[in-house]
């Protein structure tokens, strides 16, 4: 394989090599992906388990194959099958597999392919047609949804000065009955969704936020729900 067309590929870890003939069809998850071939080996600089630097401690102990789910490629469901040098440390007598970057530790999915899926989840689309799109289960779009909910820090510091209130119903694993959303009345964007509308949770949330950022809501816009009347009471008392 050339730099050109590893470069297409997005195998460019130098510690991969390729034979010649690296490509071939295959049948798997009932259609015809591309399946790539190659072996994965290198130097180890230190034992992963116990941490020595290898100074020749450290010796090739066989092989391990792993199949990694690519990114799609023409539109075509793409694997790369690698067979990964495993590593006997004589000094703690562990053993440890080569990696590469092109996928994380005990991952299946190539770091590309979930980088795809996480740029799908920040449009309107269902998991289940990310899922069906890109060859994955829907229990797999929700883990990647899951890690990427793992990465969001939000800021408690600012709070538009018109909420619109409601509840609605969302998924029975909800704490509440009911869920809850506030969105900002200025310019109609989400502000956020609580899984529980009770009084008890909303003060809980929003006495996150500084007492200037609750002074300046202005408007409430709800229905006639008692517990959305406390808040003005106990949160907003300018609004």
């Known amino acids: 394989m050339d ?18 003939d690296w490509l071939e069809d295959v049948k798997i998850k009932g259609v015809t992906a591309q399946l790539i071939n190659g ?17 020749g401690e450290i010796v090739k102990n066989g092989t391990k ?33 080569a990696q590469t970057p092109i996928v994380a ?9 979930k980088y795809q899926i996480l740029l799908e989840l ?11 799109r890109y060859f994955v289960s829907d229990i797999t779009v929700l883990r990647i949804q899951e890690e990427l909910a793992k990465t969001y820090h939000k800021s408690y510091q600012t709070i538009p000065q018109v909420l619109c209130v409601d509840e609605f119903k969302s998924m029975k694993s909800c704490e509440g009955a009911m ?13 956020e969704v ?25 408007y409430l816009v709800m229905d006639m729900n008692a517990s959305y009347q406390q808040l003005i009471k106990i949160i907003f008392p300018n609004a």
């Open 65 to 97: 194959t792993t199949r990694t789910q690519m990114a799609l490629f023409r539109n075509t469901l793409t694997y790369l099958e690698l067979k990964r040098s495993r590593f006997l440390c004589r000094n703690c007598g562990q053993t440890f597999m």
């Open 179 to 191: 869920s809850f959303i506030c969105v900002d009345g200025t310019n109609n964007r989400l502000f």
């Open 3 to 20: 730099n050109n067309t590893r470069k297409m590929l997005g195998l460019t870890d130098e510690n991969i090599t390729f034979p010649e």
């Open 194 to 218: 609580l899984e529980d509308r009770r009084l008890d949770k909303l003060v809980q949330y929003f006495m996150r936020f500084p007492r200037k950022a609750r002074l300046g809501v202005r």
């Open 105 to 113: 530790r005990h991952d299946h999915l190539a770091k590309e392919l």
């Open 39 to 55: 072996s994965l080996t290198y130097k180890p600089t230190h034992c992963e388990k116990c941490g020595r630097k290898n100074q």
């Open 122 to 132: 920040a449009q309107v689309s269902s998991r289940k047609s990310i899922a069906q």
